[in-house]
């Protein structure tokens, strides 16, 4: 008798605030996808780039000295789901005039199916969806 897993898939990883979170983190979530089979999906690589944008932008503004963020990946069989949560104050949001530093959330609103910032007791979530 075949049994399905069960259902949402969860992974979740964390990160110190160091450079290095970047690429570690887009290796987490490059070997999630290739474990829940996504790894061939036409949209893998957008997913990557969110993650890296997303991670960056809390390193950046998003976690204190000392501090660090939460990668949370989700899929449900439907819709993946990359959340960004960081103990940092204020509302990302994307700047009117993008300069060099500015894009981050502009590439994520484009690559992503949905995208917005949810509220944490200490802190934000910053998260993208992906629909499959």
Known sequence: MNVEPELPHQRDQFYGRDRRSVPAARRFAGWSMK??????????EDVLLCVSELVTNALVHGVPPGRGLLLRLRYDGE???VEVHDSGPGTPRIADEADEGGR???LVAAFADKWGVGERALGKLVWAEFVV
């Open 35 to 44: 474990y829940w089979g996504l790894d061939d999906w036409g949209r893998a």
């Open 79 to 81: 819709v993946l789901r």
């Open 104 to 106: 981050g959330l502009l």
